[in-house]
């Protein structure tokens, strides 16, 4: 299973309030969880380590520091670099079908692609490409595209 979950506090921006996750940040959570667990992106069949019996529960919190726009693919681009350098245990189940860790480095997910993220405002009939907070606010809407780069070898 793959959990992702996204942090927007007062630090970030003063529009953020302290406490349960707002709206935005349930809607980028949602977004960057089901990118990843497309298939076209992550296998979570990796995630298994016995089938029928164990799985492991990857969790990928997300702290915003500063929102200047274009949160939704600065979120997606943090959680692609955690998960890169992330390694799962070696594990084995035990005859009482305990977990048990075996010594070594652990193993690296492997990734069929790697989604690259760009959010556009559209002001009237124009497009901007990349806007900032303010643009966005301005904007009559806005949306983001994913482009699924392939893996570097």
């Not at 989604?115 to 490409?129: I, N, R, W």
């Amino acid at each position: 299973q793959l959990a992702i979950v996204v942090e927007l506090s007062p630090l970030c921006s003063p529009r953020f309030k302290k406490g349960r996750p707002g709206e935005q940040a349930h809607c980028i959570s949602e977004f960057i969880a089901r990118m990843l667990s497309s298939g076209s992106v992550l296998d979570l069949s990796q995630l298994c380590i016995e089938y029928g019996k164990a799985v492991w529960l990857v969790t990928v919190t997300i702290h915003c520091l500063n929102h200047d726009g274009n949160l939704t693919d600065s979120c997606l681009l943090a959680a692609v670099g955690a998960l890169c350098n992330a390694r799962l245990p070696n594990v084995a189940i035990t005859e009482r079908g305990e977990v048990a860790c075996k010594s070594g480095e652990g193993r690296k997910l492997l990734f069929r692609s790697f989604p690259v993220a760009l959010t556009h405002s559209v002001f009237d009939d124009k497009v901007l490409v990349d806007p900032t907070v303010d643009e966005e606010d301005l904007a009559s809407t806005h949306f983001t595209a994913v482009v699924l780069a392939p893996p570097v070898a």
